[in-house]
């Protein structure tokens, strides 16, 4: 969501606005710019900065301003932009510690339904249905069907952009049709598609994070302007074998 403000001498004086609808979606998002719903062609971090730049190029530079820049990513499905599709390709990333737990004493951790083991074979892992024989995810709600979803998410990006994406994830499909893993080790296999796509989406916002504070760079801004960096809830990244942010706990108190 980017919900670029100008100040004039109380808020709200002037105010311009685009941000996302609902959840929003990794390619080709649509926008409410100012009440009016518009598609844009490209990638949502490129994009929600690339309006963040253009907001400080045509602002009164007479007068104050106030810029709130926040990102859809990482939130579920985990969509790499294309740049970063390689990234951690050929790493095995480690295990937490305590990705074997076993629950013990922990009765809602227990009967938890957002474990990485219940992900979505299609909706989080990307599998097309043809690389598996039926969807044994739960993924956190048991009557929702997640391949639907999927299906949409995959056909907003460009031919160019599938193209990207099936390089790098149809070989990793195929081996997975050829030889599904079972047990603990479907349970590992899913750990590694998830943890490198979560970890392709925040180098997203890392790279363009440093456009935006170039840029105020740029325009002489940086010893005057106050940066305040903020997130929502911590969320599990694969500790005591989970991907939800609901169970209180040492691990969820920190932000992600």
């Known amino acids: 969501m980017v919900l670029p403000l100008r100040l004039r001498h109380t808020l709200p004086a002037r105010r311009s606005s685009r941000q996302l609808i609902g959840q929003g979606h990794y390619y ?30 045509n602002r009164d530079k007479e007068k104050p301003f106030c810029l ?6 990482p939130h579920r499905n985990w969509m790499p932009s294309p740049q970063h599709l390689d990234l951690f390709a050929e790493d095995e990333l480690p295990l937490p510690p305590t990705f074997g737990d076993d629950y013990k004493g922990r ?7 957002m474990r990485i083991k219940d992900m979505y074979l299609s909706l989080d892992m990307k599998l097309h249905e043809q690389s ?12 929702f069907d997640p391949e639907p979803s999927w299906r ?15 390089a790098r994830y149809e070989p990793i499909n195929q ?59 911590g969320f599990y990244l694969g500790e005591l ?3 939800l942010r609901t169970l209180q706990r040492e691990f969820g108190d920190e932000v992600s």
């Open 28 to 57: 080709r998002p649509v926008f409410l710019e100012n009440g009016v719903e518009v598609e844009h062609a490209g990638y949502v971090t490129d994009l929600i900065t690339d309006f963040a730049l253009e907001f400080l190029e």
């Open 152 to 166: 949409a998410s995959y056909t907003r990006m460009t031919e160019q952009e599938k193209a990207a994406w099936d």
């Open 175 to 233: 081996a997975f049709a050829k030889s599904p893993p079972e047990g603990a080790e479907l349970t590992e296999w899913k750990y590694q598609r998830y943890i490198k796509d979560y970890l392709r989406c925040v180098a997203s916002i890392d790279d363009n994070l440093g456009r935006l504070l170039d840029r105020l760079d740029e325009q002489g801004l940086s010893d005057n302007t106050i940066v305040i960096y903020t997130s929502d809830q």
């Open 241 to 243: 074998l989970e991907q």
């Open 132 to 143: 598996y024989e039926r969807e044994t995810g739960t993924g956190g709600n048991l009557e």
């Open 68 to 73: 709130l820049y926040h990102h859809m990513a």
């Open 107 to 113: 009765l809602a951790a227990q009967e938890a339904d």
